[in-house]
């Protein structure tokens, strides 16, 4: 029995370290490459562009750290997290390629 509490509570420091490290450094790596993206699809000026998609990014950061500690799952959060902050640094590195907006 005292093995198996033990078990449990070394798990949930695992999912909680793991939840943290998603929050924090992927979450910022995640909302850099979506402002990125937004601040070359929004209409209007580059500078323009620029400020409203850096200001919309503390949101975005707010609402994904939330979202870290919402989901049940540790290993889905990681995998959908990682598999948008792929497609996003896709999307971004083919902007600039077609010759999007810098």
Request: aromatic letters at 8%.
């Amino acid at each position: 029995m005292a093995k198996a509490a033990e078990k449990l509570r070394g798990a949930n420091r695992r999912d909680v370290m793991l939840r943290i490290l998603a929050a924090v450094p992927l979450n910022y790596a995640l909302t850099a490459l979506l402002t990125v993206w937004l601040a070359r699809i929004l209409p209007g000026g580059p500078a323009q562009a620029s400020v409203g998609a850096t200001l919309m990014s503390f949101a975005i950061f707010a609402l994904i750290a939330m979202l870290c500690f919402a989901v049940r799952s540790t290993a889905k959060l990681w995998l959908v997290m990682v598999g948008a902050g792929a497609a996003l640094a896709l999307a971004d590195w083919l902007l600039i390629l077609w010759g999007g907006r810098l």
